[in-house]
């Protein structure tokens, strides 16, 4: 992220809208008390709009100064550096097996790279035992600043703030602009457990955040020389703490950033939320040169909430952004988003936000959600919300995270189209004008797919372009973007992913008769098209001038607009191969999209598209699910998906169900897996019937589960799974995307 004053600053990690009134991300399958229909879709110059890819040297979170030189808190020395040979020492370790193994000491360490990928210079920092950066960023002249962590006996500078320690756990240093000299180093005050962000003011003051060992929020000031703290403020209240993110206005205020579960945080009159609204809310605070508190304030709703980001802009309005699972944000009208949306991808929450502050802190001018991923793999780390900001010359706004299908790109986009085959994730990057308003916005993948692990690093450039780091496999990756202006427009084309419609995901494969979403741009009419069925109820393979065709065989559509289409794929799928899936428009051909053909790619329908994972379920009295509504505990509740494979005996493509029970075909079982445990897969529910749903499209599964007795009141969230049993060998399909009911 960068401030005004021309400071950059990360935090490691090794770790349009479209034509009618839907909602972005509205274009799943509607399913409503056993009526199945479809809703409009989702979200639907001359200087082309381009972009260009540099692979990483690694798989860290770049930063960026304003010249487009790239810095990694990771990398080998060179030759010349302060420090070019490890600091030496034995730590422990383990193998993937968990065996316990002896392993060097891991350094700290900084590298500069330019433009075009070359490595300028790169130096360690550290000592004997296990050192690591946390956060950097670069001054006026170009020197390096770094926080991290240490476990002890810390290489220090003569006349350093705390030049030895045996209890220390944090340390601040910088760098000269060449990386030959280590200009100074210091261990911090112990009360700093651990150190987040670093930032830097025009006169070469650093400032520190993170929390403390009792989790509360720091921040600290150090002496341009890192020869005195200036001060060291702890911030919290009872709950848990931590501050993230600090950027330093031009009168030297440092304006921080973190969450708090606290209920008695102090805030300062005139704050714009007193209290605390949700399990976890943001704070930002402002303090003045010498460390006392301006202005404080909660921001965020009933559920949790956490900034990534902060930045300034020439006015000192500040910017902040972040993740949240709260659907009552204060967001508000003529931004990017101000309503909560729930993507069908992402299992609970609208995920990401952004929002400006006036310069006093606690005045709050707009707010935003952006719709991202929350999407997680067991054993993960990536990122939620929006995790890179930065802000303009003229005051635009810039953000990046990672996303799904039905993004709100624009047709300025170098990417309109999402890239992948078998992923659920892109990245995304955004500009916004200075009131929240979307300008431009692309994914950012490349078509041999793999799910982005972050998105972070990002700086716009005095050509007009942005710089932004991405990362979807071992290495990241550097993406050079230009949005297409004055009329420029993106050409046509189809994703190459298809997805299952009711959770408009792609896991790598669609079954036989699944309900399939294919999302692009220029694929059908501006305003969407709905299916009528014929005479015999039967769907057309032709709707609005478009058809869908698998291996050169239309298909029934369900649903057609230029930037998303529903269709349904054959229940003579041949399994265990590929399929061809291209799209016909206006005499266009679009694709193909290649897919594999698997057993079962089970995805729940959800009641509200965009606005909970409530699934469309109706209880065991015969009435609708709901929180007004709920089953009770060991109740038969009865909820619909696809992806089940076919039922025996089949129904017909482009038909009904068949319009009594017929199981699934033979070996293949449903399976609904209790999620409510923390998210952890905790139990698997009874299954008392999987199979046709009458009076619904064929393809339709109806599934009927018992509610646990011993769940909690309350939301019950589960994952749809399906097994399918030939002879002794038993294969399991697990979608990591499920929904929910209401349980009393």
């Given at each position: 992220m960068i401030d005004k004053t021309g400071g950059e600053q990360v935090k490691s990690s090794h770790h349009e809208h479209h034509a009618g009134t839907e909602r972005p991300g509205a274009g799943a399958l509607r399913i409503a008390v056993l009526v199945a229909m479809l809703g409009a879709s989702v979200s639907a110059q001359s200087v082309p709009a381009g972009i260009s890819t540099i692979q990483g040297p690694n798989g860290y979170r770049p930063l960026f100064d304003g010249s487009g030189n790239t810095y990694y808190l990771a990398g080998p020395p060179t030759l010349g550096a302060a420090q070019n040979q490890p600091g030496g020492g034995t730590c422990s370790g383990t193998t993937n097996n968990g065996i316990p193994i002896s392993l060097p000491c891991p350094d700290a360490a900084i590298s500069k790279f330019d433009l075009s990928g070359h490595q300028v210079w790169g130096t360690l920092l550290g000592g004997p035992t296990a050192d690591t950066g946390t956060g950097l960023v670069v001054d006026r002249s170009g020197n390096i600043l770094l926080t991290g962590s240490t476990a002890g006996q810390f290489p220090t500078t003569p006349g350093a703030a705390i030049g030895s320690s045996t209890s220390a756990t944090a340390f601040a240093a910088k760098v000269s602009s060449d990386g030959a000299k280590v200009l100074y180093s210091t261990?911090?005050?112990?009360?700093?457990?651990?150190?987040?962000?670093?930032?830097?003011?025009?006169?070469?003051?650093?400032?520190?955040?993170?929390?403390?060992?009792?989790?509360?929020?720091?921040?600290?000031?150090?002496s341009p020389d890192g020869s005195k703290i200036d001060y060291d403020v702890v911030l919290g209240g009872s709950g848990a703490m931590a501050l993230t993110g600090i950027a330093i206005d031009l009168a030297g205020n440092a304006v921080v950033t973190g969450q708090t579960t606290s209920s008695d945080f102090p805030v300062t009159p005139g704050a714009f939320q007193q209290n605390l609204n949700g399990i976890q809310n943001c704070v930002l605070v402002r303090l003045d040169p010498g460390g006392n508190i301006l202005s404080s304030t909660y921001f965020g709703g009933s559920g949790s909430d956490s900034p990534m980001s902060i930045a300034l802009d020439g006015d000192d309005n500040i910017v902040v952004a972040g993740s949240t699972s709260s659907l009552d944000l204060p967001a508000t009208a003529g931004t990017m988003q101000s309503t909560a949306i729930v993507p069908s991808w992402n299992n609970t929450s609208p995920a990401g936000f952004v929002a400006q502050f006036a310069p006093d802190g606690v005045s709050l001018k707009w707010a935003s959600y952006v719709m991202s991923s929350d999407f997680q793999l067991a054993g993960g780390n990536y990122d939620i919300g929006v995790s890179a900001l930065a802000i303009g010359p003229d005051g635009t706004i810039y953000i990046g995270g990672r996303t799904g299908p039905g993004f709100p790109v624009t047709s300025s986009a170098p990417e309109i189209c999402f890239e992948g085959t078998n992923n659920s994730t892109n990245g995304f990057l955004v500009q916004l004008n200075s009131n929240g308003a979307l300008m431009n916005a692309t994914y950012l993948g490349d078509s041999a797919g793999g799910d982005v692990l972050f998105v972070g690093g990002l700086v716009p450039l005095p050509d007009g372009t942005v710089l932004i780091g991405w990362r979807n496999s071992p290495l990241g990756v550097i993406s050079k973007v230009r949005f297409g202006d004055g009329g420029w427009t993106a050409p046509a084309c189809l994703s190459n992913d298809v997805l299952n419609a009711a959770t408009q995901t792609g896991s790598g494969g669609i079954s036989p008769g699944e309900l399939i979403t294919l999302t692009g741009y220029g694929l059908g009419p501006e305003i969407g098209a709905v299916y009528q069925p014929d005479a015999k109820g039967d769907i057309p393979t032709q709707l609005a001038g478009v058809q869908v065709l698998f291996d050169d065989v239309p298909v029934p559509i369900l649903y057609a607009q230029s930037r998303q289409i529903n269709a349904i794929a054959p229940v003579g799928l041949a399994l265990n191969g590929t399929t061809r899936v291209t799209v016909t428009y206006n005499n266009q051909q679009f694709g193909p999209a290649v897919a594999k053909t698997i057993f079962g790619n089970p995805g729940i329908f959800r009641l509200q598209i965009g606005q909970s994972a409530q699934a469309v379920a109706i209880n065991q009295d015969g009435t609708l699910n709901g929180s007004t509504n709920p089953a009770p505990r060991g109740s038969i509740v009865a909820v619909w998906g696809t992806g089940y494979g076919l039922t025996d005996p089949s129904?017909?493509?482009?038909?009904?169900?068949?319009?009594?029970?017929?199981?699934?075909?033979?070996?293949?079982?449903?399976?609904?897996?209790?999620?409510?445990?923390?998210?952890?897969?905790?139990?698997?529910?009874?299954?008392?019937?999987?199979?046709s749903a009458p009076s619904l499209p064929c393809g339709v599964v109806q599934i009927n589960f018992q509610v646990p007795m011993d769940i909690v009141p309350g939301t019950f969230s589960f994952l749809p799974w399906i097994q399918f049993q030939n002879g002794a060998v038993v294969t399991e399909s697990q979608p990591a995307i499920g929904g929910t009911i209401s349980v009393k």
């Amino acid at each position: 992220m960068i401030d005004k004053t021309g400071g950059e600053q990360v935090k490691s990690s090794h770790h349009e809208h479209h034509a009618g009134t839907e909602r972005p991300g509205a274009g799943a399958l509607r399913i409503a008390v056993l009526v199945a229909m479809l809703g409009a879709s989702v979200s639907a110059q001359s200087v082309p709009a381009g972009i260009s890819t540099i692979q990483g040297p690694n798989g860290y979170r770049p930063l960026f100064d304003g010249s487009g030189n790239t810095y990694y808190l990771a990398g080998p020395p060179t030759l010349g550096a302060a420090q070019n040979q490890p600091g030496g020492g034995t730590c422990s370790g383990t193998t993937n097996n968990g065996i316990p193994i002896s392993l060097p000491c891991p350094d700290a360490a900084i590298s500069k790279f330019d433009l075009s990928g070359h490595q300028v210079w790169g130096t360690l920092l550290g000592g004997p035992t296990a050192d690591t950066g946390t956060g950097l960023v670069v001054d006026r002249s170009g020197n390096i600043l770094l926080t991290g962590s240490t476990a002890g006996q810390f290489p220090t500078t003569p006349g350093a703030a705390i030049g030895s320690s045996t209890s220390a756990t944090a340390f601040a240093a910088k760098v000269s602009s060449d990386g030959a000299k280590v200009l100074y180093s210091t261990y911090l005050p112990d009360s700093v457990a651990v150190s987040s962000a670093i930032a830097v003011d025009v006169a070469g003051n650093a400032y520190v955040v993170g929390k403390t060992s009792t989790g509360r929020g720091i921040v600290l000031k150090l002496s341009p020389d890192g020869s005195k703290i200036d001060y060291d403020v702890v911030l919290g209240g009872s709950g848990a703490m931590a501050l993230t993110g600090i950027a330093i206005d031009l009168a030297g205020n440092a304006v921080v950033t973190g969450q708090t579960t606290s209920s008695d945080f102090p805030v300062t009159p005139g704050a714009f939320q007193q209290n605390l609204n949700g399990i976890q809310n943001c704070v930002l605070v402002r303090l003045d040169p010498g460390g006392n508190i301006l202005s404080s304030t909660y921001f965020g709703g009933s559920g949790s909430d956490s900034p990534m980001s902060i930045a300034l802009d020439g006015d000192d309005n500040i910017v902040v952004a972040g993740s949240t699972s709260s659907l009552d944000l204060p967001a508000t009208a003529g931004t990017m988003q101000s309503t909560a949306i729930v993507p069908s991808w992402n299992n609970t929450s609208p995920a990401g936000f952004v929002a400006q502050f006036a310069p006093d802190g606690v005045s709050l001018k707009w707010a935003s959600y952006v719709m991202s991923s929350d999407f997680q793999l067991a054993g993960g780390n990536y990122d939620i919300g929006v995790s890179a900001l930065a802000i303009g010359p003229d005051g635009t706004i810039y953000i990046g995270g990672r996303t799904g299908p039905g993004f709100p790109v624009t047709s300025s986009a170098p990417e309109i189209c999402f890239e992948g085959t078998n992923n659920s994730t892109n990245g995304f990057l955004v500009q916004l004008n200075s009131n929240g308003a979307l300008m431009n916005a692309t994914y950012l993948g490349d078509s041999a797919g793999g799910d982005v692990l972050f998105v972070g690093g990002l700086v716009p450039l005095p050509d007009g372009t942005v710089l932004i780091g991405w990362r979807n496999s071992p290495l990241g990756v550097i993406s050079k973007v230009r949005f297409g202006d004055g009329g420029w427009t993106a050409p046509a084309c189809l994703s190459n992913d298809v997805l299952n419609a009711a959770t408009q995901t792609g896991s790598g494969g669609i079954s036989p008769g699944e309900l399939i979403t294919l999302t692009g741009y220029g694929l059908g009419p501006e305003i969407g098209a709905v299916y009528q069925p014929d005479a015999k109820g039967d769907i057309p393979t032709q709707l609005a001038g478009v058809q869908v065709l698998f291996d050169d065989v239309p298909v029934p559509i369900l649903y057609a607009q230029s930037r998303q289409i529903n269709a349904i794929a054959p229940v003579g799928l041949a399994l265990n191969g590929t399929t061809r899936v291209t799209v016909t428009y206006n005499n266009q051909q679009f694709g193909p999209a290649v897919a594999k053909t698997i057993f079962g790619n089970p995805g729940i329908f959800r009641l509200q598209i965009g606005q909970s994972a409530q699934a469309v379920a109706i209880n065991q009295d015969g009435t609708l699910n709901g929180s007004t509504n709920p089953a009770p505990r060991g109740s038969i509740v009865a909820v619909w998906g696809t992806g089940y494979g076919l039922t025996d005996p089949s129904c017909q493509s482009g038909g009904l169900n068949l319009p009594y029970a017929a199981p699934l075909s033979p070996g293949m079982s449903a399976l609904i897996v209790n999620t409510s445990s923390g998210g952890q897969l905790a139990s698997r529910t009874s299954v008392q019937y999987a199979g046709s749903a009458p009076s619904l499209p064929c393809g339709v599964v109806q599934i009927n589960f018992q509610v646990p007795m011993d769940i909690v009141p309350g939301t019950f969230s589960f994952l749809p799974w399906i097994q399918f049993q030939n002879g002794a060998v038993v294969t399991e399909s697990q979608p990591a995307i499920g929904g929910t009911i209401s349980v009393k």
